[in-house]
């Protein structure tokens, strides 16, 4: 009976993992296929002309959308931990539901850990240098000699692609090699200055569980100074993002006569145009400027005189107050969170220890609060993103439909990645959400209970 025991308890194992392995594949290969047809609607379409390029930009496309898609995940980890644990306190002894549990959240957010330590220092890296790199020149030259003596057909050229790509990848394993030597370097001898003993110099030798967490540490802490100097500027330009992008009344306005007026404005530069000589090469360039401005102006009236009433006075008006309620809730929050850290030390964050999945609500008002806490987070993030591209430094970044290098997506996608790594902790030290994960020990355990009980809802 214990030997039966024993093998049931390995089979219900091997069950569950086998489970939350295709439900992680399934819910990545989503988020995938959503990136790339994001990535590539923004993707130029020049960049795609010569073999060799192309196969270099097709390489760097597939790992931006992988770290976009990675970038997806840890921000609708969040959410999703939430609305979980708000389903299995409703539904408890559901049988249909017994795969959402502790085991699979925890593995999850564990996936987003590794997946985003791998895009931001490999990833990510080896995509920038293998797109920049060119190939050693020694290489080059070799590889042209020998396609020279021995192929002298349509063959040789293919030869000539792949050892061009063997090239180029060899200088950028090169290139991140020596970018490594040169960071262990930097610490090593920071470390050398600061503290000059000997434990302080065997400690770097703990690369791998010391430092490598540390540093992927490190890098939400910037996120979460990004985010704080992101998201104020976001949610000033929220405002003024979404007038742009509805139609606002029009009240003491008449859109035909503006209409009129662009008309003939458009019409006068287009005449200027044809009677200017093609040496003027200064004044046509500015005037096709001019002409595009006011042929934009004119799409945008001309879209506000087809909008409905509906859309003019009821959508516009809703938008803005729920966009002003969102932004005080969460300045209410975010100032109630901090007279609580000041006045009460037992609501600080301390370490991840909590009630798990499943056991106890993260919120007062149960699921309509969780519902707030989830549209509160994807407001944070939708803020913070928009503030990110509103800055002037970052200006530059941001994307244009069918005109973006790949140069500037890979840029993107870290900074995406940055900022979703930081939006879990950002959130819950301004106090938007309670949600504690537990250990890997204690969630085995967890999870243990249903998968005896719901073994054949695989």
Known sequence: MEGQDEVSAREQHFHSQVREST?????????????????????????????????????????STFTLAVSAGAVLLLPFSIISNEILLSFPQNYYIQWLNGSLIHGLWN?????????????MPF?????ESEGFAGLKKKKFVIVHQQFRAVTSQSFVKDQGIRARILETLVMLLLLALLILGIVWVASALIDNDAASMESLYDLWEFY???????????????????????????FTVMGQLLVKPTILEDLDEQIYIITLEEEALQRRLNGLSSSVEYNIMELEQELENVKTLKTKLERRKKASAWERNLVYPAVMVLLLIETSISVLLVACNILCLLVDETAMPKGTRGPGIGNASLSTFGFVGAALEIILIFYLMVSSV??????????????????????KIIGNCVSILVLSSALPVMSRTLGLHKLHLPNTSRDSETAKPSVNGHQKAL
Do not use: H, W
């Open 23 to 63: 439900i992680c594949f399934l819910l990545f290969a989503i988020l995938y296929v959503v990136s790339y047809f994001i990535i590539t609607r923004y993707k130029r379409k020049s960049d795609e002309q010569e073999d060799e390029d192309a196969i270099v930009n097709r390489i760097s496309l597939f790992l």
């Open 111 to 123: 996936l987003a850990s590794l997946f985003s330590n791998l895009c931001l220092f490999v990833l």
């Open 127 to 131: 995509a920038f240098f293998f797109l």
């Open 212 to 238: 490598l967490p540390y540093l992927y540490s490190c890098i939400s802490l910037m996120g979460c100074l990004l985010l704080l100097l992101c998201t104020p500027v976001g949610l000033s330009r929220m």
């Open 386 to 407: 928009v503030g990110f591209y509103s800055l002037r430094f970052f200006g530059n970044f941001t994307p244009k439909k069918d005109d973006t290098t790949m140069t």
